[in-house]
């Protein structure tokens, strides 16, 4: 005689050969890449989650449904007889981090009603579209990186993505790395992508997270549009229309980030990898796009606090530049700015020799006004111990 559970079984082992036949073949590694608890998953193939198919909606939703009840029948003995070998202990704090078993049935319809946002955003109700979005950002890290590779977030209009982000910065207990997750998720391959200008709703967004809470949009898109995009004219509008959001701390932390060509990043950023060490572009030498980056850095009111070592690696690349071609004018409409804005930090530095010396070097006409300002600057210094000395 058959037992239950082998009546169910052959009940899934149905339906599986019946979406198979409907050319629904990959339904099995979908189902498992979305329940990956291990991380290494693929982004789900969003046409089996969408309403538009209510026939093929139906059957995946049933079998889901029958999958988690055949699990739980299955799996819970087995789970019992394995829990008498081990330390009860362990045992407890295993039970207490499993996803599979306490994180899945919660999260599946919640994964479910995401897909929604894959339509028009124009039919879904505010109210609605508010509620649903709230319920992800408010998701722990764990199930975060549960439920975010198994929406199709690339088919989310920017008046969606724009929502997200709105309500992660009226979201005020949302821990930071949270909110790094998300942004990454819905911002960074969207904007990568680009090859126009970003629309206004989305930069509008952007910008104001940026004013709310910095860190998040510098770890989960401004930093990875840096080192794995090809940083070409709409994603270094949306790279300097951030930063000047920034505040001041943050700021010198993305410069840092720059003149380390990445390497202080990771190594405050352990916990979230958003940028591969062995998958990114280096900086250096430093291109136009990336010399305005930094003089937007520079040029945001307030400024920032250069201390010894930061100046002096910030000069050290640019003489670099300057030694292989003279004719650079990027370097130089840098250093015009350093040494017009940040003249008390040259002199309290010492750094005034370096740049005279990056100018003698130029065969630029911006290394005269350069050299102007250096000549005021010695003449403050004079004027100083002039008057100390009287």
């Known amino acids: 005689m058959s037992s239950v559970g082998d009546i169910n079984r052959k009940k899934l082992d149905a339906l599986c050969k019946k979406l198979a036949a409907s050319h629904e073949s990959s339904f099995e590694a979908n189902l498992k890449a979305v329940f990956d608890v291990h991380g290494q998953r693929q982004a789900v193939d969003p046409t089996w989650l969408k309403q538009d198919e209510p026939e093929k909606h139906g059957i995946v939703s049933l079998t889901i449904s029958f999958f988690f009840y055949v699990s739980n029948a299955a799996l819970k003995p087995i789970m019992t007889q394995r829990s008498k070998a081990v330390n009860p202990e362990s045992t407890q704090d295993a039970q207490q981090h499993d996803p599979m078993e306490e994180d899945v049935p919660e999260l599946e319809p919640l994964i479910g009603s995401m ?81 126009s200008n970003v629309t206004r709703v989305l930069m509008n967004s952007i910008q104001q997270l940026a004013q709310h809470e910095g860190k998040c949009i510098m770890d989960g898109l401004l930093v990875p549009l840096l080192f794995q995009s090809e940083l070409g004219k709409a994603q270094c509008e949306v790279i300097n229309k951030s930063i000047s959001e920034l505040n001041p701390s ?141």
């Not at 700021?251 to 990771?266: A, N």
Request: charged share 15%.
């Open 250 to 390: 943050q700021r010198v932390s993305m410069l840092q980030t720059i003149i380390s060509d990445g390497e202080s990043y990771f190594a405050a950023n352990t916990t979230l990898h958003f940028v591969s060490r062995d998958h990114r572009n280096y900086l250096r030498p430093w291109n136009d796009a990336v010399i305005q980056i930094i003089s937007t850095l520079l040029s945001t009111q307030p400024l920032i606090e250069l201390d010894k070592t930061l100046l002096g690696d910030l000069i050290q690349p640019l003489k670099i530049i300057v030694q292989g071609n003279p004719k650079d004018k990027g370097a130089m409409q840098l250093l015009l700015l350093l040494t017009s804005k940040y003249a008390q930090a040259i002199i309290e530095h010492q750094a005034i020799d370096s740049i005279e010396e990056i100018c003698q070097t130029s065969t630029m006409f911006l290394k005269r006004a350069v050299l102007g300002q250096i000549a005021s600057m010695r003449k403050r210094m004079a004027a100083a111990t002039a008057a100390s000395t009287d």
């Open 115 to 195: 897909s929604v946002f894959s339509g028009s955003s124009s039919q879904i109700q505010t109210q609605v579209q508010v509620e649903l979005l709230s319920n992800l950002i408010e998701l722990p890290l764990a199930q975060l990186k549960i439920v975010i590779p198994a929406i199709d977030m690339q088919s989310w209009s920017d008046d969606i993505i724009a929502s997200l982000l709105k309500e992660i910065t009226k979201a005020n207990t949302i821990p930071s790395t949270n909110a790094s997750y998300l942004v990454h998720a819905a911002t960074f391959a969207k904007v990568a992508a680009l090859k």
